[in-house]
């Protein structure tokens, strides 16, 4: 048997100089540029971040006792919490306003909850919406232990404007707190 055929290999020879010397028509290129040179690709823009309708909602009502959705597995993938917990706990990281907006909505998270002296969950998450390059960290308790409950301890962000140290020097008032060139306030 011969895979080889000479007058396949010619015809798709053919093909591939045919279509590498088609002429495209093409702007001139711009001073400077190197005669010959594919124009640089347009910077791709980051997609725009969406802000949940929630930013602009009213603080839930106060539910005693707090009815908290018990799909863990839900939760846990809201939030990006780790699929194993190590007594009872697994932690988060880089939650944002809609993810922390989902949490509440779903009631995985009661907007009053306050981990030691950190603000109330819903201090936190309006803070995230005035403020979107900052995210929380935080915790999730496991549906087998009786305080089941999700937590933030940590708001964070790569880097700090103007803006948003003065805010977050107002916000992180009871937080041990770091502005040097970004943010980070945890409450233990």
């Known amino acids: 048997m011969r895979l080889w055929r000479p007058g396949l290999v010619l015809g798709v020879i053919g093909a591939l ?17 190197p005669v010959g040179q594919p124009p ?8 725009a971040a969406t802000r949940p309708a929630l930013c602009d909602g009213s603080q839930p009502a106060e539910q005693t006792p707090f009815p908290f959705n018990r799909d863990s597995g839900r939760r846990d993938t809201i939030a990006g919490a780790g699929a ?3 007594g009872g706990i697994s932690y988060f990281e880089d ?7 989902a949490l509440l909505d779903e009631k995985f998270i009661d907007p009053r909850d306050q981990q030691n002296l950190a603000p109330s969950a819903w201090a936190i998450f309006r803070f995230l919406c005035e403020h979107p390059t900052v995210r929380a960290m935080g ?5 087998d ?8 301890t940590t708001v964070y962000a790569p880097r700090v404007d103007a803006g948003l140290r003065a805010d977050a020097q107002a ?16 409450w233990d």
């Open 17 to 33: 100089a045919l279509t590498a010397c088609t002429v495209r028509e093409t702007s001139p290129p711009a001073a400077g540029s």
């Open 40 to 47: 640089a690709p347009a910077p791709a823009s980051a997609p």
């Open 84 to 86: 194993r917990y190590l």
């Open 95 to 101: 939650l944002d306003a809609a993810e922390l907006a």
């Open 139 to 143: 915790y999730v308790v496991s549906p």
């Open 145 to 152: 232990r009786g305080d089941y409950r999700t937590s933030i």
């Open 171 to 186: 916000f992180c008032v009871d937080a041990e707190a770091t502005f040097d060139g970004h943010l980070e306030c945890f």
